[in-house]
T-cell receptor, first 112, second 112 residues
Framework: SQQGEEDPQALSIQEGENATMNCSYKTSINNLQWYRQNSGRGLVHLILIRSNEREKHSGRLRVTLDTSKKSSSLLITASRAADTASYFCATEEVTSGSRLTFGEGTQLTVNP | DTGVSQDPRHKITKRGQNVTFRCDPISEHNRLYWYRQTLGQGPEFLTYFQNEAQLEKSRLLSDRFSAERPKGSFSTLEIQRTEQGDSAMYLC??????????FGPGTRLTVT
């Protein structure tokens, strides 16, 4: 079953703008991970944030985690056409061992 | 540094045939995972191994599916008597404990 729910399902922006995607989940987690997937290809790991962390940065990416609201956000700053992809959040639940539960993803389109 | 590799990348088979996929994880990773992804959806967990032990199997993994990881290195996923509903991308990932999962490029299965 899908635990993470991404919002919005689709997002279209102009190059140079910022893109924000949100993820909500239902159960207690060990960590939350964000992945990118270009059309029909494998998943690329972007960032992992642990349950005791509130914010992490990696290059143009900023991830926040609010465990009280069971939500996370991914911010991509100064977007580029190459950022066009599907973005998924995935949770490692406390009770589920180390398997990941993915949401349905946000399709981001960055127009040049 | 080689990533996760999967073979074949594409497989077209007729309904009722058996297929086998192979995954080679990152060498120092002791955990290996299989996921399945259909169009427009996030990946869904199938099974995972810690070393050679299969620790968890999803209810999605019917008795037509079997996975092995002999000697805790590469893994194979076999689907017997394939059905059209088995058409999907089969993704393999590997990790060390408490760390991010790295995905391979996937094997796209089409059952005709």
């Amino acid at each position: 079953s899908q635990q993470g729910e991404e919002d919005p399902q689709a997002l279209s922006i102009q190059e140079g703008e910022n893109a924000t995607m949100n993820c909500s989940y239902k159960t207690s987690i060990n960590n939350l991970q964000w992945y990118r997937q270009n059309s029909g290809r494998g998943l690329v790991h972007l960032i992992l944030i642990r349950s005791n962390e509130r914010e992490k940065h990696s290059g143009r990416l900023r991830v926040t985690l609010d465990t009280s609201k069971k939500s996370s956000s991914l911010l991509i700053t100064a977007s580029r056409a190459a950022d066009t992809a599907s973005y998924f959040c995935a949770t490692e639940e406390v009770t589920s061992g180390s398997r990941l539960t993915f949401g349905e993803g946000t399709q981001l389109t960055v127009n040049p | 540094d080689t990533g996760v590799s999967q073979d074949p990348r594409h497989k077209i088979t007729k309904r009722g045939q058996n297929v086998t996929f192979r995954c080679d994880p990152i060498s120092e990773h002791n955990r290996l995972y299989w996921y399945r992804q259909t169009l427009g959806q996030g990946p869904e967990f199938l099974t995972y191994f810690q070393n050679e032990a299969q620790l968890e199997k999803s209810r999605l993994l019917s008795d037509r599916f079997s996975a092995e990881r002999p000697k805790g290195s590469f893994s194979t996923l076999e689907i017997q008597r394939t059905e059209q509903g088995d058409s999907a991308m089969y993704l393999c990932a590997s990790s060390s404990r408490y760390y991010e999962q790295y995905f391979g490029p996937g094997t796209r299965l089409t059952v005709t």
